[in-house]
């Protein structure tokens, strides 16, 4: 298939970019799928950039529109719960869900790839094209230059998507175009893997549970993967004491294992060579605006707003992304200079309420799940859940469990709050009454 100027381009055939173009060839466009890698499904994985996705109910949502989920989740291991492990001592686990019956569920992020290349190459109309990296774009008449090893290649489309990931060069091209504005908010933190091989042929801890190793100002994370390994992730400061920077060979790197991490050093034993030869991630937030010029040129998923791993919601946020831009095209009868401003306003606050959200999770996450205070609080919140059913739901649940709009999320958690504060307010107010009025009789002659 040759490049047609009707075509709607899509740039990057990661999981955004291959779930929209599956979207649209359904609607009946042609698409073409541009990747600045070659083909995943015939190479070797980089190393240390896996990173596994946690599929909840957004990105099951939009799976199931497609007829995916059932074949996705042939490979998932769910996990009903987080596996806390203290310094010293036995792990604890905490239910993500009142009932305990609910799960988040551990997916390759390359199998699920590969699935959603396969779904869009099999749909009429969509021309995949591999070792095409953009280097300019004309978003004024929809040109578009690519780098390849063949040499340049020019194209032009009728819409441009740019699903190119947080470093989007869509999104760069139209900042050099003045046609956006961006601020990138960087952690000091990083991310490195490393893996917990199977034992004696099954799983080295239990493969229910997202584990965490939470130590105050770090932590690291370990998810099931259907091989019985685990891939763990680091998220370290990336100076100072305890940082990356600071273990910078095999004997620092043992000892500080040893003393914080005990029961994962005997458990994997490529831990120093993973940790050498592994590289440091970089955690960020992408904000921008606008998301789109002139109804030609949009932005999705992390290209339009890059969020921190740290609610598992960076692939279903974006899976979302597509269903509303779908459920936009439709109110609007395929008018993308309609759509795409509409799907802006749609989903920006959203975008913003999980990434907020996504940050303050990370401090839960390293510091506050092991605090008993913590945990005291979500006992409350599930035994409230199951109390009020429907009525009080906690914030995990509905950004994991439903597909109720982050930013409604956000606002339903703080009036559920507002009314268990002035609630827990009253009850003080009673007691202290109910205290003092025995303390008086008490003094009575």
Known sequence: ??????????????????????????RGYPVALYERRPDPRTGTAERGRSIN???????????????????????????????????????????????????????????????????????????????????????????LSFETPQGTVDAKASVVLGA?????????????????????????????????????????????????WPRGTSMMIALPNPDRSFTCTLFWP??????????????????HFAEHYPDVVPLAPSLVDDY????????????????????????????AHAIVPFYGQGANCAFEDVVELDRCLDECADDWAAALPLFQRRRQENAEAIAQMALT??????????????????????????????????????????????AEVRRRVRRQHAVLGAVAGGAALLLIGAVGAALSRGRRP
């Open 238 to 255: 990336n100076e100072g004491a305890g940082s990356f920077a600071a273990l910078d060979n095999p004997l620092a790197i043992e000892r």
């Open 361 to 406: 999770n990370f401090v839960e996450m390293r510091d506050k799940v092991a605090s008993p205070v913590f945990q005291l609080r979500r006992r409350v919140e599930h035994a409230l859940e199951r109390a009020l059913p429907d009525r009080y739901v906690s914030q995990y649940e509905l950004v994991s469990f439903s597909t109720t709009p982050y």
């Open 276 to 303: 050498q030869h592994n590289p440091v991630g970089v955690l960020g937030t992408v904000h921008c605006i606008p998301w789109q010029v002139n109804g030609t040129v949009g932005l999705l998923g992390d290209a």
């Open 1 to 26: 298939m040759t490049a047609r100027p009707d075509e709607i381009a899509i740039i990057g055939a990661g999981l955004a970019g291959c779930l929209a173009a599956c979207f649209l060839a359904r």
């Open 53 to 143: 996705l946690a599929l909840s109910e957004r990105g099951l949502d939009a799976l199931r529109r497609i007829g995916l989920a059932e074949q996705v989740m042939a490979d998932a291991l769910p996990m009903r719960g987080r596996m806390i492990h203290p310094v010293q001592g036995e792990p604890q686990f905490q239910s993500y869900s009142a009932g305990g019956d609910r799960a988040i569920n551990s997916i390759s992020r390359g199998a699920l790839n590969n699935a959603l290349l396969d779904a869009a190459a099999a749909l009429p109309g969509v021309r995949i094209v591999f070792d095409h990296r953009l280097v300019g774009l004309d978003p004024s008449d929809g040109a």
């Open 164 to 212: 190119d990931g947080a470093g989007s060069v869509v999104r760069g091209q139209l900042l050099a175009s003045g046609l956006l504005r961006e601020s990138v908010d960087f952690l000091d933190y990083g991310y490195k893997e490393l893996t917990i091989p199977p034992l004696g042929g099954d799983f080295a801890l239990e493969e229910d549970a997202l584990h965490i």
